[in-house]
């Protein structure tokens, strides 16, 4: 039986009079996804997904508008984050793409999937740091200031974990008091002169290999490649200039402007120094405090909406009597639910977020 011979095609779409609040969570999910840097085709299929649970391709093209070979290519790699499986509907040769898991679990299982990431990342870099203990006994250049570094990202590691140990429990204010938050300390880089920090080839190729992985991980696969690495330079490098930036990647003059104007937006990076001839050096004080603040734009983007999905609940609620019979009704209301209820636990992530750049 082929697809358009699956007695199931399509039936799994809402109805119209649901639109405009599928509309509304779609914009809402792009939203974040843009914010995060997720690929736009990839943000847009996911979200689908989501909200409806399971679609086949022709379902997601029909949702999304784009092509049959798009779709496939797309969903393999969504597939490979361990979000998302395919399942062959009995008697057909179609698969069903599905959002494995509960609505109720997305952030745990958003978590567990970050964590992951950490810990095999956080193995990753301790193999790195036995690497250049050895290039730093050899006097190489970048050595000593790339191991800092990965001091510092494996610090923030830790504190991830205590965060996820904060997020599944039920009341936020007395796991916070579990936590010694005054104890924990995220290392900050000392100020010192601004200056480009010369790699010799040894510890260049560990730069490399380190920025690799980091795009590979299932926390950044299916983000912008390009903004994951100028983030990852930073990262690494902590002072870089548009034109050495432009240097190292081989990317246009106005693809880096762009991406540092986004970084510099969301505080990721700060203007370190400027010469008297107005050539600006972008600085990354901390790699540690630099991956929390990334995390803290998104979360707190997300938190913006917390009024506009109220108000759509409220009317989903008070026009429930029109509404509840139609297919995507109780699915749509429910994620407005789990969403709301998201937000107010991300309100504690930004809550620890800030009590720990403070201390």
């Known amino acids: 039986m082929t697809d358009e011979e699956d007695p199931e095609t399509y039936y799994r779409l809402f109805n119209d009079k649901l639109r405009k609040y599928e509309d509304k969570l779609v914009e809402f999910l792009l939203d974040i996804a843009k914010s995060k840097k997720v690929i736009p085709k990839i943000s847009k299929i996911s979200?689908?997904?989501?909200?409806?649970?399971?679609?086949?391709?022709?379902?997601?093209?029909?949702?999304?508008?784009?092509?049959?070979?798009?779709?496939?290519?797309?969903?393999?790699?969504?597939?490979?984050?361990?979000?998302?499986?395919?399942?062959?509907?009995?008697?057909?040769?179609?698969?069903?793409?599905?959002?494995?898991?509960?609505?109720?679990?997305?952030?745990?299982?958003?978590?567990?999937?970050?964590?992951?990431?950490?810990?095999?990342?956080?193995?990753?870099?301790?193999?790195?740091?036995?690497?250049?203990?050895?290039?730093?006994?050899?006097?190489?250049?970048?050595?000593?200031?790339?191991?800092?570094?990965?001091?510092?990202?494996?610090?923030?590691?830790?504190?991830?974990?205590?965060?996820?140990?904060?997020?599944?429990?039920?009341?936020?204010?007395?796991?916070?008091?579990?936590?010694p938050l005054e104890t924990f300390r995220i290392i900050k880089t000392e100020k010192k002169n601004v200056r480009k920090i010369p790699f010799d080839e040894d510890v260049y190729l560990i730069e490399s290999d380190m920025l690799n992985q980091l795009a590979a991980s299932p926390m950044f696969s299916s983000r912008d490649p390009m903004f994951i690495r100028i983030f990852g330079y930073f990262i690494t490098r902590t002072y870089l200039t548009q034109k050495t930036l432009q240097k190292i990647t081989g990317l246009s003059a106005g693809k880096i402007s762009e991406e540092v104007n986004m970084l510099l937006e969301n505080g990721l990076i700060e203007k370190s120094d400027i010469s008297p001839k107005g050539k600006i050096t972008y600085g990354a004080e901390s790699a540690g405090i630099t991956f929390l603040k990334f995390t803290r734009a998104v979360i707190s983007r997300m938190a913006k909406w917390d009024v506009e999905l109220h108000k759509m609940r409220s009317e989903l609620e008070e026009n429930r009597n029109g509404l509840k019979t139609l297919n995507g009704y109780e699915r749509i209301y429910k994620i407005f639910d789990y969403l709301l209820d998201s937000i107010s636990k991300y309100e504690v992530f930004i809550d620890m977020i800030d009590k720990i750049l403070k201390v």
Do not use: C, W
């Not at 992951?116 to 870099?125: A, K, N, P, V």
């Open 47 to 179: 979200s689908y997904l989501l909200i409806h649970g399971k679609l086949t391709q022709k379902e997601l093209k029909v949702l999304t508008g784009f092509s049959m070979g798009s779709i496939s290519t797309l969903l393999s790699v969504m597939i490979g984050t361990g979000v998302y499986k395919k399942e062959r509907i009995p008697k057909t040769h179609t698969y069903m793409y599905v959002f494995s898991g509960n609505l109720e679990d997305l952030t745990t299982k958003g978590l567990e999937i970050a964590l992951r990431s950490f810990d095999s990342f956080g193995i990753y870099l301790k193999s790195k740091k036995e690497e250049l203990k050895v290039l730093i006994k050899q006097n190489k250049k970048g050595a000593e200031h790339l191991s800092l570094r990965i001091d510092e990202l494996l610090e923030v590691f830790e504190f991830y974990n205590i965060l996820y140990q904060v997020m599944m429990k039920n009341t936020p204010g007395e796991t916070q008091k579990e936590v």
